[in-house]
Nanobody, 124 residues
Framework: QVQLVESGGGLVQPGGSLTLSCKAS????????MGWYRQAPGKQRELVAL???????KYTESVQGRFTASRSNAENTVWLQMNSLKPEDTAVYYC??????????????????WGKGILVAVSS
Protein backbone atom coordinates (compact mmCIF):
# COMPACT_ATOMS: atom_id res chain seq x y z
CA GLN A 1 0.00 0.00 0.00
CA VAL A 2 1.22 3.47 -0.94
CA GLN A 3 0.09 6.64 0.80
CA LEU A 4 0.47 10.19 -0.45
CA VAL A 5 0.48 12.97 2.13
CA GLU A 6 -0.11 16.45 0.74
CA SER A 7 0.33 19.78 2.47
CA GLY A 8 0.65 23.47 1.75
CA GLY A 9 -2.72 24.52 0.42
CA GLY A 10 -4.76 27.45 1.60
CA LEU A 11 -6.09 30.89 0.80
CA VAL A 12 -3.81 33.42 -0.83
CA GLN A 13 -4.26 36.82 -2.46
CA PRO A 14 -3.71 37.30 -6.18
CA GLY A 15 -0.02 37.71 -6.86
CA GLY A 16 0.89 35.71 -3.80
CA SER A 17 2.75 32.43 -3.47
CA LEU A 18 2.22 28.98 -2.03
CA THR A 19 4.27 25.82 -1.98
CA LEU A 20 2.68 22.39 -2.06
CA SER A 21 4.42 19.23 -0.96
CA CYS A 22 3.62 15.57 -1.35
CA LYS A 23 5.45 12.69 0.25
CA ALA A 24 4.89 9.10 -0.80
CA SER A 25 5.29 6.38 1.78
CA UNK A 26 5.01 2.61 1.83
CA UNK A 27 6.96 -0.16 0.18
CA UNK A 28 8.72 2.05 -2.35
CA UNK A 29 12.14 1.69 -3.86
CA UNK A 30 11.64 3.94 -6.86
CA UNK A 31 9.01 6.09 -8.57
CA UNK A 32 9.01 6.90 -12.26
CA UNK A 33 7.03 10.14 -12.25
CA MET A 34 5.64 12.46 -9.59
CA GLY A 35 3.67 15.62 -10.00
CA TRP A 36 0.48 17.57 -9.65
CA TYR A 37 -2.90 17.82 -11.29
CA ARG A 38 -5.67 20.27 -10.48
CA GLN A 39 -9.41 20.47 -10.90
CA ALA A 40 -11.63 23.51 -10.58
CA PRO A 41 -15.41 23.21 -10.11
CA GLY A 42 -17.07 22.39 -13.41
CA LYS A 43 -13.73 21.85 -15.13
CA GLN A 44 -11.78 18.81 -16.20
CA ARG A 45 -8.82 17.70 -14.18
CA GLU A 46 -5.65 18.92 -15.84
CA LEU A 47 -1.99 18.18 -15.48
CA VAL A 48 -0.02 20.99 -13.86
CA ALA A 49 3.49 19.58 -13.67
CA LEU A 50 5.13 16.18 -13.85
CA UNK A 51 8.72 15.15 -13.14
CA UNK A 52 10.33 11.88 -14.11
CA UNK A 53 12.95 10.13 -12.01
CA UNK A 54 15.54 11.36 -14.49
CA UNK A 55 14.58 14.98 -13.86
CA UNK A 56 12.65 15.89 -16.99
CA UNK A 57 9.73 18.22 -16.28
CA LYS A 58 6.49 18.88 -18.11
CA TYR A 59 4.38 21.95 -17.31
CA THR A 60 1.04 23.01 -18.61
CA GLU A 61 1.35 26.25 -20.56
CA SER A 62 -0.85 28.26 -18.22
CA VAL A 63 1.61 27.89 -15.33
CA GLN A 64 4.85 28.05 -17.29
CA GLY A 65 7.13 30.66 -15.77
CA ARG A 66 5.09 30.95 -12.58
CA PHE A 67 5.18 27.46 -11.07
CA THR A 68 8.24 25.35 -10.36
CA ALA A 69 8.13 21.64 -9.64
CA SER A 70 10.90 19.72 -7.93
CA ARG A 71 11.39 16.31 -6.38
CA SER A 72 13.66 14.24 -4.21
CA ASN A 73 14.03 10.66 -5.32
CA ALA A 74 15.64 9.72 -2.03
CA GLU A 75 12.73 11.14 -0.01
CA ASN A 76 9.96 10.23 -2.48
CA THR A 77 8.73 13.80 -2.25
CA VAL A 78 7.54 16.27 -4.87
CA TRP A 79 6.98 20.01 -4.41
CA LEU A 80 5.17 22.64 -6.40
CA GLN A 81 6.21 26.24 -5.83
CA MET A 82 3.47 28.54 -7.09
CA ASN A 83 4.25 32.20 -7.65
CA SER A 84 2.22 35.08 -9.09
CA LEU A 85 -0.97 33.22 -8.34
CA LYS A 86 -4.10 34.19 -10.22
CA PRO A 87 -7.77 33.63 -9.37
CA GLU A 88 -7.96 31.13 -12.21
CA ASP A 89 -5.41 28.99 -10.36
CA THR A 90 -8.08 28.27 -7.75
CA ALA A 91 -8.64 24.52 -7.71
CA VAL A 92 -8.17 21.35 -5.77
CA TYR A 93 -4.63 20.20 -6.41
CA TYR A 94 -3.90 16.47 -6.46
CA CYS A 95 -0.55 14.82 -6.01
CA UNK A 96 0.03 12.14 -8.63
CA UNK A 97 2.52 9.30 -8.64
CA UNK A 98 3.11 7.09 -11.66
CA UNK A 99 5.08 3.88 -11.54
CA UNK A 100 5.90 2.66 -8.03
CA UNK A 101 8.43 -0.16 -7.90
CA UNK A 102 10.13 -2.43 -5.41
CA UNK A 103 13.40 -2.14 -7.26
CA UNK A 104 15.66 0.76 -8.16
CA UNK A 105 14.95 0.75 -11.89
CA UNK A 106 12.29 3.44 -12.24
CA UNK A 107 10.47 3.15 -15.55
CA UNK A 108 7.08 3.81 -17.15
CA UNK A 109 4.22 1.58 -16.12
CA UNK A 110 3.54 0.09 -12.75
CA UNK A 111 0.92 1.29 -10.29
CA UNK A 112 -0.40 4.85 -10.13
CA UNK A 113 -1.64 6.70 -7.06
CA TRP A 114 -3.56 9.88 -6.31
CA GLY A 115 -3.51 12.08 -3.26
CA LYS A 116 -6.71 13.18 -1.55
CA GLY A 117 -6.37 16.68 -2.93
CA ILE A 118 -5.78 20.03 -1.26
CA LEU A 119 -7.54 23.31 -1.96
CA VAL A 120 -5.70 26.33 -3.29
CA ALA A 121 -7.94 29.39 -3.26
CA VAL A 122 -6.71 32.61 -4.84
CA SER A 123 -8.95 35.51 -3.90
CA SER A 124 -8.80 39.04 -2.59
Amino acid sequence: QVQLVESGGGLVQPGGSLTLSCKASGSIFSIYAMGWYRQAPGKQRELVALITSGGSIKYTESVQGRFTASRSNAENTVWLQMNSLKPEDTAVYYCYVEGVYSDYDARPGGEDYWGKGILVAVSS
